[in-house]
């Protein structure tokens, strides 16, 4: 069976069924990257050394998100 013939299967099923695949697919897409975290790791490690050594200006949370 190939993609279209699922997708279509997948749309005869209720609302609630398909919210359980939509769930179920995404979470199979969402797996932890441990060289991601790893990166992640070090990279918050660098910044907040860099500001304990004075390196890295501080601004407020509500500054950082206004212009978002």
Known sequence: MGTMEIMAEALKLKASER???IDFLYQSLDKPDAEIDRVWQ???MRRVKAYDEGRLECVSM???FRDL
């Open 62 to 64: 509500e500054e950082a």
């Open 19 to 21: 919210y359980l695949l």
């Open 42 to 44: 070090e990279e918050a």
